[in-house]
């Protein structure tokens, strides 16, 4: 059974710092590549962060210089360091993986950015 199970949400001030991290299970990890998606009220869910199995990144344009991804093969998880949160990155943060057309997703953990 394919588990992913994301932590680190929390509520933080403008300008705060998060580490998101996001456990997978069930699937040969290093093969994945995996992603970070968030979803605020009312808006559609969208890509953040991404590294591909061979540790290639892609970030959203509204996180680049602010978000890193990195992940780590043999405890199979993968992180997101937060820096510079703003109130618009107020979200639920997904992790996800896909490989060949396989993809899976986590429950989710709430960032809220607020004073």
């Known amino acids: 059974q394919v588990q992913l199970v994301e932590s680190g949400g929390d509520l933080v001030q403008p300008g705060g710092s998060l580490r998101l991290s996001c456990a997978a299970s069930?699937?040969?990890?290093?093969?994945?590549?995996m992603g970070w998606y968030r979803q605020a009220p009312g808006k559609q869910r969208e890509l953040v962060a991404s590294?591909?199995?061979?540790?290639?990144?892609n970030y959203a344009g509204s996180v680049k210089g602010r978000l890193t991804i990195s992940r780590d093969n043999a405890k199979n998880t993968v992180t997101l360091q937060m820096n510079s949160l703003k109130p618009e990155d107020t979200a639920v943060y997904y992790c996800?993986?896909?490989?060949?057309?396989?993809?899976?997703w986590g429950q989710g953990t709430q960032v809220t950015v607020s004073s």
């Open positions: 996800n993986a896909y490989y060949l057309g396989r993809v899976h």
């Open positions: 069930g699937i040969t990890f290093k093969l994945y590549a």
């Open positions: 590294i591909g199995s061979g540790g290639n990144t």
